[in-house]
Nanobody
Framework: QLQLVESGGGLVQPGGSLRLSCAAS????????VGWFRQAPGKEREGISC????????NYADSVRGRFTISRDNAKNTVFLQMNSLKPEDTAVYYC??????????????????WGQGTQVTVSS
């Protein structure tokens, strides 16, 4: 059974940093492209960063480019999202998911599946 588990969320002040982890169990993550998404109350799920299986193709949403960095450690079966210079508008539940096929670079949620349960990120003073 494919399972993803996100961790690392929490409460942070504006300008702070968090590092999210997406750990896979039941399968080998290195065969899949992976995406990070977020959903704030009342808003649609937004793709914020996606990475190919080898890590050599990466996409960022304009809203996070230059502040967030996606990476992966296939030996640890984990994908990370380093979030710096956090803003209140980054507050959301953050999810990771694996790509269904080669259109992963679009970083849109219909192209992804096997969603984790999400981790809450709250940016507030």
């Amino acid at each position: 059974q494919l399972q993803l588990v996100e961790s690392g969320g929490g409460l942070v002040q504006p300008g702070g940093s968090l590092r999210l982890s997406c750990a896979a169990s039941g399968f080998t993550l290195d065969a899949f492209a992976v995406g990070w998404f977020r959903q704030a109350p009342g808003k649609e799920r937004e793709g914020i960063s996606c990475i190919s299986s080898t890590g050599n193709a990466i996409n960022y949403a304009d809203s996070v480019r230059g502040r967030f960095t996606i990476s992966r450690d296939n030996a640890k079966n984990t994908v990370f999202l380093q979030m710096n210079s956090l803003k209140p508008e980054d507050t959301a539940v953050y999810y990771c998911a694996v790509a269904r096929g080669p259109r992963f670079i679009l970083c849109v949620y219909p192209e992804f599946g096997s969603w984790g349960q999400g981790t809450q990120v709250t940016v507030s003073s």
